[in-house]
């Protein structure tokens, strides 16, 4: 099965920003066990990160029409809390999406307890650091092996 990984604003800087919040592991770290699980299960990655909110937009635009990917884990960051642009290009695609977040958003601020993408996505998985990525795999080939 081939994934694409899509983080979100602010990704980038994960390792870097709020340790308390998202712990000292780079998204290059996080990346590199990812990928270590796919390669392990016999699954292929891609990785993708945009601070912008239209690359993330055509990042799923692109992952549709030329079908490069079984699965999506989605990582919108700030995003998911008002991003309809992104929110209608998940609902767009008949690819599934996993909605991921590396901390529990539902222990933090009010506004991140809402999320516009939830309803659009296949499922979320929050609050287990980098093995929110490798449930939100696990959940996605359980459903597309039915």
Not at 5 to 20: A, D, F, M, Q
Not at 118 to 138: N, R, T
């Amino acid at each position: 099965m081939k994934f694409l990984v899509i983080n979100g604003v602010n990704l980038n800087l994960t390792g870097k920003r709020e340790k308390s919040v998202y712990g000292s592991a780079t998204l290059e770290d996080i990346n590199a066990k990812i990928a270590a699980f796919c390669k392990a299960n016999g699954d292929s990655v891609e990785f993708y990160q945009s601070n912008i909110e239209g690359e993330l937009v055509n990042k799923f635009h692109e992952a549709f029409l030329n079908k490069t990917c079984d699965a999506i884990l989605f990582n919108a960051g700030a995003f998911t809390h008002y991003s309809y642009a992104l929110r209608d290009a998940i609902a767009a695609i008949d690819i599934p999406v996993a909605e991921v977040h590396i901390s529990n958003v539902h222990a933090r601020e009010e506004f991140r307890h809402k999320s516009v993408l939830s309803e659009v996505c296949k499922g979320v998985v929050c609050g287990f650091g980098h093995g929110s990525y490798i449930a939100a795999i696990v959940g996605l080939k359980d459903c597309l092996s039915k």
